[in-house]
């Protein structure tokens, strides 16, 4: 048993050692910055972008003007299409759910550090008539889990602007 801690603390400082970290936002290089998130018909993802920004203890602004850097989101939709048909039913058995949103980033002195840019997403999942209320909860959780993505997606570009 003492062997086996050994190894575990071993392994764990040789991976500190080496400047290994979990993927994630790791947003610090933010926080001595203020945010300011505008929406314009994308109010989940930018919700989203804010608590993402709360998370990491990142100034969000309360207007665009006391902001270091406002990012814009829009435009977001969700399209749902078929995938697969059965042969011998008829029914519909796979679905795509497609993600699309744009964002932009302006800069301190009002300077465009990111054009619209799009943000895209895709999913697919199996659909059965026998459990259309669990597919549906299936459903939306990949829509949040796209969203949720879609926002760390845009605050790692955010990051990459500010260092």
Same mark, same amino acid.
């Given at each position: 048993?003492?062997?086996?801690?050994?190894?575990?603390?071993?392994?764990?400082?040789?991976?500190?050692?080496?400047?290994?970290?979990?993927?994630?936002?790791?947003?610090?290089?933010?926080?001595?910055?203020?945010?300011?998130?505008?929406?314009?018909?994308?109010?989940?993802?930018? =919700?989203?972008? =804010?608590?993402?920004?709360?998370?990491?203890?990142?100034?969000?602004?309360?207007?665009?003007?006391?902001?270091?850097?406002?990012?814009?989101?829009?435009?977001?939709?969700?399209? =749902?299409?078929?995938?697969?048909?059965?042969?011998?039913?008829?029914?519909?058995?796979?679905?795509?759910?497609?993600?699309?949103?744009?964002?932009?980033?302006?800069?301190?002195?009002?300077?465009?550090?990111?054009?619209?840019?799009?943000?895209?997403?895709?999913?697919?999942?199996?659909?059965?008539?026998?459990?259309?209320?669990?597919?549906?909860?299936?459903?939306?959780?990949?829509?949040?889990?796209?969203?949720?993505?879609?926002?760390?997606?845009?605050? =790692?570009?955010?990051?990459?602007?500010?260092?």
């Amino acid at each position: 048993m003492n062997l086996r801690h050994s190894l575990f603390l071993l392994s764990l400082i040789s991976l500190c050692a080496c400047g290994f970290e979990l993927r994630g936002s790791n947003l610090e290089s933010l926080q001595q910055s203020k945010v300011y998130v505008n929406s314009s018909g994308a109010n989940p993802l930018a =919700r989203e972008i =804010r608590e993402q920004l709360k998370f990491a203890d990142v100034p969000i602004a309360r207007t665009a003007t006391e902001a270091d850097y406002v990012v814009d989101v829009g435009n977001e939709n969700f399209e =749902r299409k078929v995938l697969s048909i059965s042969g011998e039913t008829g029914k519909v058995e796979e679905f795509e759910i497609l993600y699309h949103a744009y964002f932009s980033v302006t800069g301190p002195g009002g300077k465009t550090l990111v054009k619209s840019e799009p943000i895209t997403g895709q999913r697919d999942f199996v659909f059965v008539d026998d459990a259309v209320l669990g597919k549906s909860d299936e459903e939306n959780k990949l829509r949040e889990e796209m969203r949720r993505q879609s926002a760390t997606s845009v605050l =790692r570009r955010l990051k990459t602007l500010t260092q």
